[in-house]
């Protein structure tokens, strides 16, 4: 009757021993008694009885080989936690960008007690490469597009008064010529009175301010564009825009003249003429405000509330790369892109900004929490989209 498997496993194990220890001649007569029993080919047998070194080999040594080969990985999951918190804080910007402003954003959580980190850990922080915070925060990314509509209606007077200029004009710029556009917040239509964000984002070091405006008369637009030179850190030198009516006018036209202001537009229908605006209407506006429908005096405060925090945070902690050079080869076309870098340290490391103003902003960006700005953002953002929880003297609803 034949062995069973337990039986076989019985027996090789009671002949192992032997069968190693034996001479040629004795091995051979184990060999055969042991295939006798288990109806083993006579190879496979021999490989059995043999095999009890190597097997006694791969159980000793079993979790050593089963280690990972490879040298121990220099940021480990420690870092995770960490960089998590500092990518929220930066408002889940690339890790390019993240490199770029990391290091202001670590000092400044660390500095507010928002982050409490191990001098191990703030010593990785600091040498950390782009490519391994993307490695690290991949599986947080995948755990995580709405298209606007255009309503820029072109005005047709003034046009020959008002030269054109192209993107590609503004590589030589200096810091103060500053590019201009409006972004709706009609919703899905755009018919009736809405809100609109006017834009402005200097060409050179990338610092952005945006105002709510009521609706894209002139005389709001204007207001708001005289708001914002007052507010920034630098002499306004001149100004961009498209070809819309709220742009292209005599109001406009004259003040810029009043102040010596370089005027100029873009092309009509080459969106790409105002590409440092226009990035900026997506990854400020857009990615904080959304396409929700606007129409009240008391969203266009709350706006403006919220304008107020996103400029500190964007500004003093949210770094972007600029285009460094385009070459074509055939079909080909290299680009080639600066460090990234925030608009703040631009500012910083001109000569066009005095000391006196470098000192402000220093002061400044000493007081500014980052995470605390994103957590005063999100709270206005909810009031904003829930009018029930507004606090008392933010303006008045729809129809009152």
């Not at 007077?157 to 503004?170: A, D, F, H, V, Y």
């Not at 964000?197 to 002139?218: C, F, H, P, Y």
């Not at 945070?313 to 460090?339: Q, W």
Request: net charge positive.
């Amino acid at each position: 009757m034949p062995l069973t498997m337990s039986e076989k496993k019985a027996v090789t194990n009671k002949m192992r021993d032997e069968y190693r220890k034996a001479s040629k001649k004795r091995k051979s007569q184990i060999l055969d008694e042991f295939v006798r029993l288990t109806d083993y080919n006579r190879n496979y047998g021999a490989r059995v009885l043999r095999s009890s070194k190597v097997s006694q080999r791969q159980e000793k040594y079993k979790k050593i080989l089963q280690k990972p080969r490879g040298r121990k990985p220099t940021y480990g999951p420690e870092m995770i936690g960490p960089l998590q918190k500092v990518w929220a804080g930066m408002d889940f910007a690339c890790a390019k960008r993240m490199r770029g402003g990391l290091d202001d954003m670590v000092d400044a959580m660390v500095r507010f007690g928002e982050l409490s980190l191990s001098d191990e850990v703030l010593e990785k922080l600091g040498t950390i490469s782009a490519s391994t915070i993307d490695r690290l925060l991949a599986p947080a990314r995948k755990k995580m597009k709405v298209k606007g509509r255009a309503t820029t209606k072109p005005g047709t007077l003034l046009k020959s008064q008002i030269p054109i200029r192209l993107g590609t004009e503004w590589d030589d710029a200096r810091i103060g010529f500053v590019e201009c556009d409006l972004v709706a917040h009609c919703g899905t239509s755009t018919r009736g009175q809405y809100v609109n964000t006017l834009n402005v984002t200097d060409i050179v070091s990338g610092w952005s301010e945006q105002r709510a405006v009521l609706n894209k008369a002139q005389i709001h637009v204007l207001a708001a564009l005289k708001d914002i030179k007052d507010s920034l850190p630098f002499k306004l030198l001149g100004v961009d825009s498209d070809n819309g009516s709220e742009f292209i006018n005599n109001h406009l036209l004259k003040w810029c003249s009043k102040e010596n202001l370089v005027f100029t537009r873009s092309r009509p229908h080459k969106k790409n003429d105002g590409c440092y605006v226009e990035q900026k209407n997506w990854s400020i506006v857009r990615q904080n405000i959304g396409y929700k429908r606007f129409e009240t005096q008391g969203e266009v405060d709350l706006l403006n509330m919220i304008y107020d925090l996103i400029s500190d945070h964007n500004n003093f902690f949210m770094p972007s790369v600029k285009l460094e050079s385009k070459v074509r080869d055939g079909s080909r076309v290299i680009k080639k892109y600066t460090k990234p870098i925030t608009p703040y340290r631009r500012l910083m490391a001109s000569d066009d900004i005095d000391t006196a103003t470098k000192d402000r902003l220093t002061e400044l960006f000493k007081q500014l929490n980052p995470l605390e700005l994103r957590r005063e953002i999100a709270r206005l953002r909810d009031i904003l989209y829930g009018w029930d929880t507004r606090p008392q003297g933010i303006g008045k609803e729809k129809g009152t």
